[in-house]
């Protein structure tokens, strides 16, 4: 019987915090770690059999064992976000047939798309979570010359990005062979010209990169959980 696996990338450096928290993964967002609030969500949506959880340091993966999802792995992060996803792929177990592939800076994934990601995997084997872009995007082309997209084409990648494990192995493979940098995960499956499923997100699902972030997301997260007052006006 195939199992699903749930790829929780947390090695990050944080750099870009600034100093603000230690570890963006371990930041304290409505009263516990970011990192957290995502391991109970995918707990609670029932489509994951395994986890893979990579981790930056020893002090880190003493802090994510306390809060990780059952059964775990932890895997030594890469120096790159690919690396780490490569390292995790080659960690699972042989009856894994479909792979989650999460950041962990995002917290706010929610049980309901966890399921309905599951469920368009299994028939289209790539499916990932975006949403549409709504700004007026230009591509620099130099010496001051913008051309305009059309952003009806244009989506946003978020994660989790879910693939069957066959496929996802495939691409990354084909990544190392070609000694490519890549951002994302589908980015390894455009290379194969395998079609990838996009569920649109209507919710804020952002990612904690700066200072700026965090009281954001600690009001989304409170506002979400519905379980604590909003925040007072200021």
């Known amino acids: 019987m195939s199992r699903t696996a749930a790829i929780l ?3 990050g450096s944080s750099s870009r915090m600034e100093g603000a928290v230690a570890d963006k993964v371990l930041a304290p967002l409505a009263g516990k770690p970011a990192f957290a609030h995502l391991a109970a969500t ?4 029932g489509v994951v059999d395994f986890f893979v959880v990579t981790y930056r340091d020893q002090h880190q993966l003493v802090e994510l064992s306390a809060y990780a999802p059952t059964p775990a792995v932890f895997v030594p ?8 996803v490569a390292a995790a792929l ?28 599951y469920k368009i995997v299994r028939r289209e084997k790539a499916v990932v979570l975006a949403h549409r872009v709504t700004d007026s995007i230009k591509e620099h082309r130099g010496e001051g010359r913008l051309r305009s997209l059309d952003r009806r084409r244009l989506w946003a990648m978020e ?15 084909k990544v190392a062979a070609r000694k490519l940098s890549i951002t994302d995960d ?11 499923a996009l569920l649109e997100n209507p919710h804020a699902n952002p990612k904690l990169t700066t200072p700026t972030d965090l009281p954001y997301l600690e009001f989304l997260l409170t506002q979400t959980e519905g379980s ?6 200021v």
């Open 9 to 11: 990338l947390a090695a």
């Open 42 to 45: 995918f707990v609670r949506s």
């Open 77 to 84: 992060g890469g120096a790159e976000r690919q690396d780490s």
């Open 90 to 117: 080659a960690e699972l177990p042989e009856d894994i047939s479909h792979v989650f592939i999460h950041d962990c800076a995002r917290p706010l994934v929610r049980v309901e798309q966890l399921v309905a990601l």
């Open 159 to 173: 994660t989790p990005q879910v693939f069957a494990r066959e496929l996802i192995c495939r691409a990354y493979a």
């Open 186 to 196: 589908a980015a390894a499956v455009e290379l194969l010209n395998h079609p990838v």
């Open 228 to 233: 604590r007052p909003p925040f007072p006006p």
